[in-house]
């Protein structure tokens, strides 16, 4: 951090900016689902279809998605704050009791989400403790019926 910038102030002047919640899903070596809650996710570009998210280098399963040739962005909905919990801690049953169906390359796709995006790891960039993940979005499904899932000042706007 630089030397006049107070990381807890940062933070709170980051929250200021609302973002929507996401799961992104990939599949491990052993073809196990793994998913990471994430807020950082944004569009880059429409042509070619672009995609990118950030992934604290630190996590259980950066790793994972580093070598992942196909990753999906599940957009939450407002009523699936306890999918954002739960996929926001490092734990190998992630995915008990929630159903999905294989999106391309095998990624997890959640029921019920406002939207989601099948991508292909376009490329990762360094971006100090995060690496930013950028995907070329393959195919993707919108559901106009369901409210997306709002983050702002480290809460939920519900
Ligand atoms: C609302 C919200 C947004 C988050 N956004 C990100 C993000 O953009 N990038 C990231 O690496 N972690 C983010 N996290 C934290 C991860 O979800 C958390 O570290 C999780 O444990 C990662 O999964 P893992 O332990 O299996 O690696 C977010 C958590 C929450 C609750």
Known sequence: MGLSLDAKDLRRALG???????????LGAQSEPVGVTVSSFNTVSLEPPLILWSMAKSGYSAKVF???EYFAVNVLGE???????????????KFDGVTFTSGVGGSPL???TAASFECKTWKLYDGGDHTIVVGEVLAFQANDSVMPLVFSRGNYVT
């Not at 200021?16 to 990939?26: A, R």
């Not at 009523?79 to 926001?88: G, I, R, T, W, Y």
């Open 110 to 112: 959640l029921e019920n």
């Open 16 to 26: 200021q900016f609302p973002t929507g919640v996401t799961v992104i899903t990939t």
């Open 79 to 93: 009523q699936q704050v306890e999918l954002s919990d739960s996929f926001a801690r490092q734990s190998a049953d």
């Open 66 to 68: 580093e070598n992942a």
